[in-house]
């Protein structure tokens, strides 16, 4: 007892003189820093006025020395020079520091100076900027450390331009003659501009050594006085205060240590005297309530094991807290939960526990809001909250509060239950969601009991049986049934679902507004946990519109638009069922394909419209004309087929039968059709084929190939008749087709050569050459044109053929154009090229890209350029020939309206064909023809090629007639174009 009261009253004294020790401490800073900053100040005033008498030294000498200098009118020598304030200032600064050992440094200095030696330090340029943004300043005083490391107190000020200064300063014609004479800058000032500043440098040093000798001194003095004060009242309190609260404070440590019988006995008579009064007075009643706390606590203590009990009793997490939110009780399953056995957590708040427990830090920070919003409102309160588990796991709690208050009202203790309703949330939740899809399902869905009557229905259902859910209820769902469905329907849906298993199907039901729709439901039992069956749920899918769409798109699919016949897709099924069958049976059947002939002409000339209608007349007139089992079908614009199947079995007589159906439908269809009151009259071109006729016949495609290939004979033939496939034709076709095939890999494959023939004048002299191609097959060798050319012209190939005809010669002339020999060679054009609505700028671009000559390239074409649009033909003519190319009719003569356009079409050339030209010198008719051409092309003024020149009699007959080009075997065969440019150039030399 003796030495804890020694170190408490060790610490107790300690801390006293302690507190004595750091007021006087800062008594004696406050003190040292009062007298240390005024002294600083007195010194920082004196050496200010000391700046302030030099700059007024300063201020005058300039003045008087300006002044003097202008009056005397003396011109600028070097006897003269320090007359002037740039030069005497600095030298009065240098002459004063012989006299002066302060280290003073004075001068007026200037960012614009005469004499450089005025030119401002980086200090003073900082001060001049200073006073032309702060012009209303007078001074400027800063402390800053030179160059060679001295401090210096820096005193500026501003030295302003005034009406004696532009004697010298101002307009240079103003200025003394000797001025302007030594001097080219500084001039142009006006009066209030800065010219300058005074600029005065004091040394700082002396000074702060006498700063801190007096400051030093001053310390001292303050620290023994401070000391003796602080050793006087220490002994003063520790003698009247120290002793007697140790007296009482031991006193307390004896009833503290449970002797309730101690008192103190003080013999003053001052406040202390009445404290150790009171403090028996108050130990006399400790002693008293000690003896009744006793009793108290005993009973507490049954109580809170009771309390303890009944909490573990809880298995929900349970815990009490005092009215200031000190955790005090808690049962197993709270320390559980919130990991509570890690730490201290009795007589803790919950700020206090988060910083020990991270994992539930925003729960107990919610904790401590919740419990105030009980507090206040004085009930209990009920709300969810998250924490995080011994799982890791988010939990959320239901959170019951109960706050107790005391007699008076005070805070007494908070009784808080949280339950964990992680689970049921989930469970809820799945209910809810389950719920929500299946009210808001898009699908219709009913539930009955097992006698059928309805008892839940959904909105979508509700919607689409147009029923109220009180006519609903209670019903059966045969209430919605139309009669259209199936009765086995129904008995397949009992049958399955009796023996518990699902059924799904079709039903056709009936809204309540008489309207009717189909349905797909699938109807599955509901099982109780026993696995006993209690209800049926049905899902019922709406697909009236969907199987209408099906209906749609099947009809889309396989019957045209236009004249409701089936159509390409249902006729080609139909046929490889037909052949499928005639494999069986050797039936013969018959494929018509129609064809109205120059359909084309009257779409255009009565409008679309006229056009259609002719079509559906058609087809109606035809279809009476068949049978229920043939197949009538159209398959493009104005083409259509029949199928008739189960014809004789012998060739001969299917054939007279086809041909008979053919023969009168062309009969029934020549009958004038009525368009818009006009009577429209049609021919038809039939082509027939039969099978089975050979073992490929089993091949739709192929069939439908064969009539094609007699349909066109009909039309090639003059149209308007019926025509059989036959097999020569198909071997044609099929070698027309392996023909193309094989160019178009050709072309890709560089198969094709350029080949050339020459064009000569009257003398034999090689004017030019015309570009012709061949094909270099890798297994029949060398192709001539006449086996592949119409082939090409049947197709696009035509267009990657020529393509191919004009970018070899186009890079041949430029390569030949660079090695200065130009070229002058003549392409032919296809119509179908030509047509094409980007050929133009091809044509461009290809002229750019090669570099060729454009006005040594001609293009030929023929009269059937112009058979279509020729208006259009014209303008592609014009713009090709406004880059250079020239234009040359070739085959002229053979056509039937050459005379009708060839004074419109911007040519330059006439190639006589060689039908006139082999038979002119001897046959009167070609020759009065080839006259006729002659004077044509002389009035035109346009050149003429004779093509197929083979004889000295025919060369003879036009030498005799006019001057023209000459093309033929005469003056040479088609030759390899490395070969005829080779010999072209022997003749140039």
Known sequence: MSQFSNNRRMKLKTKIWLMMSALLLVMLAIDITISYRKMKAELWSEISTDARDIYGMMMATRRVYQKAFIKSKLEVTDDTLALLPAHSVPRVSQEFSNWSTSGIIFNNVSDQ?????NLADEFEMASIDWFRTNPAEKEQLRRITGKDDTKYLLYTAPIWTEAYCLKCHGDPEDAPQSIRDNYDQAFGYKTGELRGIASIRIPTGKFDNRLARVWGSEVI?????????????????????????????????NIADGEYSARIVDQGRDEIRRVADSFNLMADKVQVDITNRISAEKKLRENHDRLLAFMEAIPDAVFVKDGEGRWQLANQTAVRMFQLDTISWQNQTEQEMSEHISTFREFLANCTERDESTWRNGSISVNHQAINGPDNLQHTLEVRRTPVFGEQGERSALVTIARDITQRMVNEEKIRKLSMVVEQSPESIVITNLDGSIEYVNQCFIDNSGYRPEELLGKNPRMLKSGKTPHATYQTMWSTLLRGEIWSGELINRRKDGSEFIELATIAPVRETDGQISHYVAIKQDITEQKQAQEQIHRLAYIDGLTGLPNRTLLMDRLAQLVAASRRSRQTTALLLLNIDRFKTINNAQGMDAGDELLTSLARRIQDLLRDGDTFARLSADEFAILLPNLENELAAASRHSLSVAEKIRTAVSKPFILDNQPISVTLSLGIALFPESPDDDVPEVIMRRANTALHRAKDNGGNQSSFFESEMGEKAEQQFRIERELRIAIETGELRLYLQSQVNGDGQITGAEALVRWEHPERGLLPPGVFIPVAEKSDLIIDLDSWVLIETCELMARENMA????????????????????VPWIRDLLTT?????TRLTLEVTEGLFITDINDTIIKMSELCETGIHFSLDDFGTGYSSLSYLKRLPIQELKIDRVFVQDAPTDPDDAALVETILAVAENMHLRVVAEGVETPEQAAFFNNRESMLYQGYLYGKPTPAETWVQHWLETLA
């Open 850 to 854: 090669t570099g060729v000559d454009p």
């Open 113 to 117: 100076p005469r004499n450089p030696n």
């Open 820 to 839: 200065g020999h130009p070229l002058r060679v003549s392409v032919n054009l296809s119509p179908r090229h030509f047509r094409q609505p980007g050929f």
């Open 221 to 253: 003095k303050s620290l023994i006085v401070y000391a003796i004060l602080f050793i006087a009242l220490g002994v003063t309190l520790e003698r009247l205060v120290l002793r007697r609260l140790a007296q009482l404070r031991a006193g307390a440590e």
